[in-house]
């Protein structure tokens, strides 16, 4: 039977997404501040494949810089600011994952850590993600690598079987039994709208942990939660953790 690999019932996605520039060391901070236990970041590779925290394959909406994350080196993106999609910050580095990691340890908070490849690039970028935690992820913290790419999952599987795995989905697929089953996943993430109560019974039974994103409200919380959700992923962690702790 299958254990579910459990984060915190509320996940800052992003970080504090919502207030601070997501995916910043600023987010994450704020995270902290307003009492997470837990956030959540996506991870690609630049050009000389060290592991970044960024969400899109482009560098165009959050950055100062522009075309493809993964065409650019390190030391390029390096320089770049990341707060640009929010006003009224600091200016804040694009951090690279080792950045993240040492932040995390330092305030003890638990990772969900996605795996977000740019396509072509799912094999090196889970390696190298796979480096930076293999490296320098405290054991006694939570951690869960997941990812929507099942390539960078079986890589992840097979490079670090010890760390915890999440597929991604939007709908449940017909076969995510098999899915988790093959990719040794503990636990299935997925967009909250499209759960329904049998599949969330199901998920339950089979053993899996069950996280929705991105949950913004608190009535939505409180119908996934009635119907077995065992966490959410909102962008405002400060509002959710006033009603569930
Ligand atoms: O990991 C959950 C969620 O972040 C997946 O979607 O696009 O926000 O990375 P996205
Ligand atoms: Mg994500």
Known sequence: MTEPALLAKIIAHRGASG????????????????????????????????????????????????GYLCAHTAAELDSLIASSNKAGFEQEPLPRLSSVVALLSSLQMGLNLEIKPTPGLEEPTALAVCDVIRDSWPGDLPLVLSSFSREALAVARDTLPGAARALIVCAVPTDWHHQTQLLQCRNLHMAAPLLDPQQASDINEAGLGLYCFTVNQIEEAKRLFAMGVDGVFTDYPAELLKSFS
């Open 19 to 66: 207030v601070a520039p997501e995916n910043t060391l600023a987010a994450i901070s704020l995270a902290a501040e307003v009492g997470a236990k837990c956030v959540e970041i996506d991870a690609s590779i630049s050009s000389d494949n060290i592991a970044f925290v960024h969400h899109d394959d482009t560098l165009n909406r959050c950055t100062n810089g522009s």
